[in-house]
C-alpha cells in the first residue's frame, strides 16, 4: 500500500518561508503533487515533480528526491491568503492519487 | 474553459437509502477519478474511469459503485446508506491516465450526509 507523513500545522508570519515536508512509502511511483485547499473548497493543483529536483511555479516551488522517498513544498513571501491546507500526494497507477492527511497553514500577519 | 461540474452540491439522505452523484468533467478531459474527504480519514481514492473504464478501484466496499458515460460525464452510486458515509465527495479530471503534467482538476465537491 502508500503511506505519506506530513506535519499537522505550520503557523508563519506574512512575507515568511514555509517548509512543508512529505514523506511516502509507495509502490509504483509516478510522481509527487501538491494540492491547496481553502475551507470549504475544492483542492486546487499546486505542482508536480515526476523527476528529483526543484520545480518553481512563481512563489511556490516543489522538490522531490526519489532515492529518499521525500518532497517538500516551499512558500515564499507568505500572504494571507495562503491560509490553507496543503496536501501532497502520491501518484501511482494511472490517475490515481494518494493524499497525505494535510498541512494547515495559518498566516499571521 | 468551464470547470468541473458536480451535482448536487448538498445532499441529505436516511440510512439505507441509495444516492447518486454526478460529475461532468473539463472539456477533452476523458479520465475521471472519484475521492472521499472526511475530518478522520483524509482524502481517500474511490476509484477511476477512462473511456468508460473502470481503470483503478479503492479500498471501499461494494456498496460504492461508479460509471462513465460516452461523453466522458460519470456517475457514482452509494447503496444503503450508513452514517459514516457522510463526507464530502470530490471528483477530479484530468486529460487521460499517466498524463506527463500529472495535473488533475476538482470540482466543488457534493456535500452528503447520511441521518
Known amino acids: 500500500g502508500q503511506s505519506l507523513e506530513q506535519p499537522s500545522e505550520v503557523t508563519a508570519v506574512e512575507g515568511a518561508i514555509v517548509q512543508i515536508n512529505c514523506t511516502y512509502q509507495t509502490s509504483g511511483f509516478y510522481g509527487l503533487s501538491w494540492y491547496q485547499q481553502h475551507d470549504g473548497g475544492a483542492p486546487t493543483f499546486l505542482s508536480y515533480?515526476?523527476?528529483?529536483g526543484l520545480e518553481e511555479t512563481g512563489r511556490f516551488s516543489s522538490f522531490l528526491s526519489r532515492s529518499d522517498s521525500y518532497g517538500y513544498l516551499l512558500l515564499q513571501e507568505l500572504q494571507m491568503k495562503d491560509s490553507a491546507s496543503y496536501f501532497c500526494a502520491v501518484r501511482t497507477a494511472g490517475n490515481k492519487l494518494t493524499f497525505g492527511g494535510g498541512t494547515r497553514v495559518l498566516v499571521k500577519p | 474553459k468551464a470547470g468541473v461540474t458536480q451535482t448536487p452540491r448538498y445532499l441529505i439522505k436516511t440510512r439505507g437509502q441509495q444516492v447518486t452523484l454526478s460529475c461532468s468533467p473539463i472539456s477533452g478531459h476523458r479520465s475521471v477519478s472519484w475521492y472521499q474527504q472526511t475530518p478522520g480519514q483524509g482524502l481517500q481514492f474511490l476509484f477511476e474511469?477512462?473511456?468508460?473504464?473502470?481503470?483503478n478501484k479503492g479500498n471501499f466496499p461494494g456498496r460504492f459503485s461508479g460509471r462513465q458515460f460516452s461523453n466522458s460525464r460519470s456517475e457514482m452510486n452509494v447503496s444503503t446508506l450508513e452514517l459514516g458515509d457522510s463526507a464530502l465527495y470530490l471528483c477530479?479530471?484530468?486529460?487521460?491516465?499517466?498524463?506527463?503534467?500529472?495535473?488533475?482538476?476538482f470540482g466543488q465537491g457534493t456535500r452528503l450526509t447520511v441521518v
Open positions: 477530479a479530471s484530468s486529460l487521460a491516465p499517466g498524463d506527463r503534467r500529472g495535473e488533475a482538476f
Open positions: 474511469y477512462f473511456s468508460e473504464t473502470q481503470r
Open positions: 515533480n515526476a523527476l528529483d
